[in-house]
């Protein structure tokens, strides 16, 4: 039983990395280190985010336009959203807990490309601290997110063309973190290690790695066509020169739809992870999990124009999307039974994970239903641009992956850090979320069926009251952040250890210690082909070496 | 029985609960007979899922002093194919059922602008999108009172302007007759703009270099607000216009009064 160890060594001198805190602040070649360095720099650009979503939210609680200037107000929303999408839930969702998590998952000891690893990480912080000073310095973008000509080209070119060079440099970013992805999982798996044995987190992420080489470079291409349309005065986009102002749309959303997968996909896969181990249950339908992931990756590249239903577009076109779009939920909605089936017959601890992963499940069975809906044409011709759209894309978004990422950081937090969080804070921390998450966006459902459409800083006096009560629940998730943060900090020094494997897991990263030596593991990769055998009789298979006959045996058997 | 409870809630919320404002054009009471039908759908689906995720969470909690394992259940084919097959239906129908709704209200009829069926230069040119209208014949002019009203709207940063070919009105407001089909040409002097009237439940977007089209028929009198729903720059929130939803006598008297030309408004 000869193992050959399945990844080269690395060859980097490791007397060359800094030691201790500093490291996570170096050009490190570590996944896991580039993992936290994703995770922490993505949160600091969450609070920023948050803070712009608080000014807006501000802004609404009355219906005059009285907090700040108009363009400042246009501003403030698209940054909101561009730092929620680009800087921070793209890059934790993908870049934080895949750098961390799928080496392990494949049985590797890094990425199958380190240093484009970290030139993908370190590309963010550059990118970000552009966009944001673009405010201060010329004024940033105040065309939303969405960046849509001929706005974007006759609002201020300044903001605007900065805006694009971050999104061009948070997109190389990404396409990096995909091909490195898709090749860690195909090419770095531990011998013996089959597809079909892999952690769902490793399938999330080999689909969502797909989307981001497919559908990304689009975005980069109309962005750099868009640009030219602003400093040079060509007519791709602009419609005074004879350009056409709809293949924007359809070229933004072949990108920018699929970046809703890019966003929930690897939050799907992290729930599949989360939920067996404290359920103590194997995930329920692995099979069919698995074609579900890729079937919404196939489907998720040919529904974009249902973005642009009130646009310039055909009514052949409308109804083939509407289908297209419809049929999504259904591989969606199977991974949804498959976890309620999970949870049932298991033995759950009410832990703060399992609560996030829980209110994610809720959260996003809402936004699932308004999503089929508004995939309707003649429903999504009344609501389209409108708060109801809002309160849909927040519930998918926020109610889904970042309910997803918090459920994550109280999961993997003890493998990070060596430490447990505070179970109490948690709870706290979640019981604000959930509440203040839903009265923010739960009335904006009715706001936008009644007439409030979206991107406004001024509204109909009726919807004064609704708005208030929305803007309640955004205070209550801004002060949701501090038992968080707290819990975070002062674990980080004061938790009580967490020992290498707390919660009993079976998967590959908890069966090294907390936090992991460089290289993962002491010895080799252990050997995990039933990453969810919970409340099998025979416990063995995670043994750290195991037989190479026996697992033959147990490949065979699982066949 | 459970099931068979939360179908009759489901119903019940779908017939009883309706938060959409009233519905002042013949679309819109097509289109809240498909919101009824996605309102029930998604009611029973939501509170079957949360009745779900609640019940195993209390029911399947870890009672303290337990440490082991719950069952080691890795699947079951057929309810996979179950959860895939009743959605797969349940999806189906919906397409099918709001392309029948899309069907009546319009979205499937030939694009083209009434008022001009006689200029075939304009007929000619490229229109990219709108809603048709199923209950006016653009071919037969001579078709008593049915032949629809021709307006032609103008978007601009911030502003929409109305003009009535047949008495070359320019209007800020949209004046239209309760019964009467109305097709608007709209056309933008700058950027995307998009023209929402809640109340009529209908949304276009008004795209420069691109002739969109828009077909109505509204029905009840009334003063309804038309908003700018594309974001159009600062003062988008302010874009603002409405439409006064007269009955023909009313809205008569308002063309005579503002017609350059001596013209009977309703071709009759």
């Not at chain 1, 903001?159 to 990096?176: N, R, T, Y």
């Not at chain 1, 927040?394 to 969080?421: A, C, D, E, N, Q």
């Not at chain 2, 077909?215 to 038309?226: D, E, L, S, V, W």
């Amino acid at each position: 039983m000869t193992i050959v160890s399945s990844t080269p060594n690395n060859q980097e001198p490791k007397s060359l990395q800094p030691k201790g805190w500093l490291k996570y602040f170096s050009f490190s070649l570590d996944h896991k280190v580039i993992g936290i360095q994703y995770l922490v720099c993505g949160f600091l650009f969450y609070l920023i985010g948050g803070a712009l979503a608080s000014a807006i939210r501000i802004e609404l609680t009355s219906p005059v336009s009285d907090f700040m200037p108009r363009d400042i107000y246009n501003q403030v929303l698209t940054l909101h959203g561009t730092i929620m999408i680009f800087l921070w839930i793209v890059p934790v969702v993908n870049g934080a807990f895949g750098n961390y998590l799928i080496p392990f998952y494949v049985g590797a000891r890094d990425m199958a490309f380190p240093r484009l690893n970290a030139v993908a990480f370190w590309l963010i912080p550059p990118a970000g601290l552009m966009l944001i000073s673009s405010y201060f310095i010329t004024g940033a973008a105040e065309s939303g997110w969405t960046a849509y000509p001929p706005l974007s080209i006759t609002t201020p070119a300044a903001g605007q063309i900065i805006w694009i060079l971050s999104v061009l440099l948070l997109g190389g970013s990404s396409i990096f973190g995909g091909i490195n992805f898709i090749a860690t999982i195909l090419k770095l798996r531990r011998p013996n290690l089959k597809l079909m044995q892999l952690p769902m987190y490793c399938w999330a992420m080999l689909g969502t790695s797909i989307l981001v080489v497919l559908s990304t470079p689009v975005l980069a291409g109309t962005l750099i066509l868009l640009s030219f349309d602003i400093v040079a005065h060509t007519g791709f986009f602009n419609p005074t020169l004879g350009g056409n102002v709809i293949v924007y749309q359809h070229l933004f959303w072949f990108y920018s739809h699929p970046a809703v997968y890019i966003m929930v996909l690897p939050a799907f896969g992290l729930v599949s992870e989360v939920l067996p181990v404290h359920c103590r249950k194997p995930l329920f339908g692995y099979t069919t999990m698995v074609y579900s992931i890729m079937a919404i990756v196939v489907l998720g590249l040919v529904v974009w124009a249902h973005h642009m239903f009130t646009s310039g577009t055909p009514p052949w076109m409308r109804l083939f999307f509407t289908i297209a779009t419809s049929f999504i939920a259904v591989p969606t909605g199977i991974k949804f039974f498959n976890w309620v089936a999970t949870l049932w017959g298991g033995k759950i601890s009410l832990n703060s994970a399992v609560l996030f992963s829980c209110g994610f499940i809720i959260n996003f069975v809402l936004g699932g239903i308004t999503g089929v809906a508004l995939a309707q044409v003649p429903f999504d011709i009344h609501v389209h641009d409108t708060y109801f759209v809002v309160a849909h894309f927040h519930y998918i978004v926020y109610g889904g992956s970042v309910f997803v990422i918090f459920s994550s950081i109280y999961h993997w937090y003890p493998k990070f850090t060596g430490r447990m969080l505070d179970e109490t804070l948690g709870r706290i921390h979640f019981v604000i979320t959930f509440i203040g998450f839903n009265l923010c966006f739960a009335p904006q459902h009715w706001l936008g069926l009644n007439g409030m459409p979206r991107r406004v800083a001024e509204y109909d006096p009726q919807f004064a009251f609704v708005n208030q009560l929305s803007s309640v629940g955004a205070l209550l998730m801004a002060i949701s952040t501090l038992p968080f943060l707290w819990n975070v900090i002062s674990s980080a020094f004061k938790g009580p250890k967490a020992g290498d494997n707390p919660w009993e897991a079976l998967t590959p990263e908890w069966l090294t210690s907390s936090p992991p030596p460089v290289e993962n593991w002491d010895g080799e990769a252990p050997l995990v082909v039933e990453p969810y055998g919970y409340g099998k009789k025979e416990d063995q298979q995670h043994s750290e070496v195991t037989d190479q006959s026996n697992d033959f045996e147990k490949t065979m058997q699982k066949k | 029985m459970l099931g068979l409870g939360l179908i009759a809630g489901g119903v019940w919320s779908g017939q009883n609960l309706n938060p959409l404002p009233i519905d002042a054009s013949t679309n819109a009471p097509i289109y809240d007979e498909l919101f009824k039908v996605l309102f029930t759908i998604g009611i029973i689906l939501f509170v079957g899922m949360l009745g779900l995720v609640v019940f195993s969470l209390i029911k399947f909690r870890r009672r303290p002093g337990d440490s082991g394992d719950g069952i080691a259940l890795e699947g079951n084919l057929p309810l996979e194919i179950l959860w895939t097959a009743v959605p797969a239906v349940v999806v189906l129908f919906v397409g099918l059922y709001s392309y029948d709704i899309y069907e009546r209200m319009g979205g499937m009829q030939p694009l083209s602008h009434g008022g001009h069926n006689e200029k075939s230069i304009e007929v000619e040119q490229k229109i990219w999108g709108g809603i048709g209208s199923k209950e006016t014949s653009f071919t037969n002019s001579s078709d008593k009172t049915i032949s629809p009203l021709p307006v032609e709207v103008t978007a601009m940063q911030f502003a929409f302007l109305f003009h009535y070919p047949k008495g070359d009105i320019i209007s800020g407001e949209l004046h239209v007759p309760s019964g009467q089909p109305v097709t608007m040409k709209m056309i933008s002097k700058d950027v995307i703009h998009a023209f929402w009237v809640p109340e009529f439940r209908l949304k276009q977007d008004v795209i420069p270099g691109q002739t969109t089209i828009l077909n109505f028929t509204p029905t009840k009198p009334g003063r309804y607000p038309i908003i700018c729903a594309e974001l159009c720059g600062p003062y988008h929130g302010g874009m603002r216009s409405t439409v006064v939803v007269e009955d023909p006598d009313s809205y008569e008297a308002w063309f005579k009064q503002n017609a350059k030309e001596e013209e009977t408004p309703l071709q009759s």
